[in-house]
């Protein structure tokens, strides 16, 4: 049998979601934020991360943002990083995903 998979069995996928502003044109468009990862089971490392964003940027910058931290021995620097760099209206919404998907990773 051939696997399509991209994503090694070492790895786990995490969704979380969180409510935006009436004025953020996602909820406009989808109602929450949702935030997808993926995870490397024994480090922690985010090896793909996408976002239901309007910009492709927006996705992109989310991104390269997560991709190659770990998700749980980096989580306050990322939770800075994002109040530091991510000024769009969904910076909040993204903290709650990230930490959420933190409480779930450590659940595990």
């Known amino acids: 049998m051939i696997s399509l998979a991209h994503y090694p069995e070492n790895t786990v996928y995490i969704c979380e979601s969180a409510q935006t502003s009436v004025q953020n044109p ?5 109602r929450v934020l949702i935030l997808g990862i993926v995870v490397e089971k024994e480090t922690g490392i ?4 996408e976002i239901n964003s309007i910009c492709g940027i927006t ?7 997560l991709v190659g931290r770990s998700l ?3 989580l306050d620097l990322l939770v800075d990083s994002f109040e530091k760099r991510y000024h769009g ?10 930490n959420a998907a933190a409480q779930r990773f450590e659940s595990l």
């Open 46 to 49: 985010i090896v793909d991360a």
């Open 59 to 65: 996705t992109r910058f989310v991104h390269d943002m």
């Open 72 to 74: 749980s021995k980096d």
């Open 89 to 98: 209206s969904s910076r909040k919404g993204l903290i709650v995903c990230l």
């Open 26 to 30: 996602i909820a406009n468009r989808h």
